[in-house]
Nanobody, 126 residues
Framework: QVQLVESGGGSVQAGGSLRLTCAAFGYDVVRYSMAWFRQAPGKEREGVAS???????RYADSVNGRFTISRDIAKNTLYLQMNSLKPEDTAMYYCAAAPRGYMGRIHFEVVEYKLWGQGTQVTVSS
């Protein structure tokens, strides 16, 4: 069964760090593009970080320099290292996969991602 399973969320104080993990089953994290999205209550889902089949990474301006997306080929797992967390980073974080290796300008288009995890909650207190 093809699925993505996230873990690693939790509650931290501002300035703290968390590492999110997305284990991919039946899906090759290297062959296709993957991304992390987040959604806060009352807000639209937004792209946070993406990585394509060539290893090119892209970040939302709001997290650039603080978050790092990476993948472990041997474990077929995607990660999101989040440092210097802020209260505005509070949201449900989702791992997503797209059926293409290169995304280009559409790397944060929600509709392009066809496989989603169940989400993991991140709460940052001030």
């Amino acid at each position: 069964q093809v699925q993505l399973v996230e873990s690693g969320g939790g509650s931290v104080q501002a300035g703290g760090s968390l590492r999110l993990t997305c284990a991919a089953f039946g899906y090759d994290v290297v062959r296709y593009s993957m991304a992390w999205f987040r959604q806060a209550p009352g807000k639209e889902r937004e792209g946070v970080a993406s990585i394509d089949s060539q290893g090119t990474t892209r970040y939302a301006d709001s997290v650039n320099g603080r978050f790092t997306i990476s993948r472990d080929i041997a474990k077929n797992t995607l990660y999101l290292q989040m440092n210097s967390l802020k209260p505005e980073d509070t949201a449900m974080y989702y791992c997503a996969a797209a059926p293409r290796g290169y995304m280009g300008r559409i790397h944060f288009e929600v509709v392009e991602y066809k496989l989603w995890g169940q989400g993991t909650q991140v709460t940052v207190s001030s």
